[in-house]
């Protein structure tokens, strides 16, 4: 069966950055591209990109280009998301999520505090 | 980025049918269709319908989708206690090449 795993509950000081993992099983991880989505507090759900693991191909939400890094190991079936430059606006939980049929498999999400 | 419009929140009876909608506009949901997804608190979401009336394996066909234009809109028949939970739509936006996400509709049952 189909399942993202991801890393646990960060908290950063403003300023810092942040990388959170997405494991990948129960599929071919190169046949999907992995979206990234995150959800602040108490608010809706917010797209930051996808990337395509199978050749590292990427797009990301304007909102988040310059701050935003998603990469993959391949070896691994592993996707990462690094954002930069962290605000207490940045304080979410951020969710890899599969492209299959529309974003049909989800991780478990990871909370990202930012606090000074 | 711009977003798509959904009723706040809707509240209906037990058993009663609930349907609200999702306001886009030609270059998202009237271009591709929307996608639904349903989330309950403290839950990642679940995707209940894609390409406006797709169901994947193992949801209730008591969820159904439409689209008419630039809107679409999502019916939950008999409701049942277990359908108390947030749902949001989302789309393709080919003007701003992103995924967009509606604002979210709470869906009470009484």
Redesign the interface.
């Known amino acids: 069966q189909v399942q993202l795993v991801q890393s646990g509950t960060e908290v950063k000081k403003p300023g810092a950055s942040v990388m959170v993992s997405c494991k990948a099983s129960g599929y071919t991880f190169t046949d999907n591209y992995m979206h990234w989505v995150r959800q602040a507090p108490g608010q809706g759900l917010e797209w930051m990109g996808w990337i395509n693991p199978n050749n590292g191909g990427i797009n990301y939400a304007q909102n988040f280009q310059g701050r935003v890094t998603m990469t993959r190991d391949t070896s691994i079936s592993t996707a990462y998301m690094e954002l930069s430059r962290l605000s207490s606006d940045d304080t979410a939980v951020y969710y890899c999520t599969r492209h299959g049929d529309y974003f049909d498999y989800w991780g478990q999400g990871t909370l990202v505090t930012v606090s000074s | 980025?711009a977003?798509l419009t959904q009723p706040p929140s809707v509240s209906k009876d037990l058993r009663q049918t609930a349907t609200f909608t999702c306001t886009g506009n030609s270059n998202n949901v009237g271009n591709e269709g929307a996608?639904w997804?349903q989330q309950h608190q403290g839950h990642?979401?679940?995707?209940l319908s894609?390409?406006n009336n797709?169901r994947?394996s193992g949801i209730s066909e008591r969820f159904s989708a439409s689209r008419s234009g630039n809107t679409a809109s999502l019916t939950i028949t008999g409701l049942q206690p277990e359908d108390e939970a947030d749902y949001?739509c989302?789309a393709w936006d080919s003007s701003?090449?992103?995924?967009?996400?509606?604002?979210?509709t709470k869906v009470t049952v009484l």
């Open positions: 980025q977003g996608a997804l990642p979401p679940k995707l894609y390409r797709n994947p949001y989302s701003l090449s992103a995924h967009v996400f509606g604002t979210g």
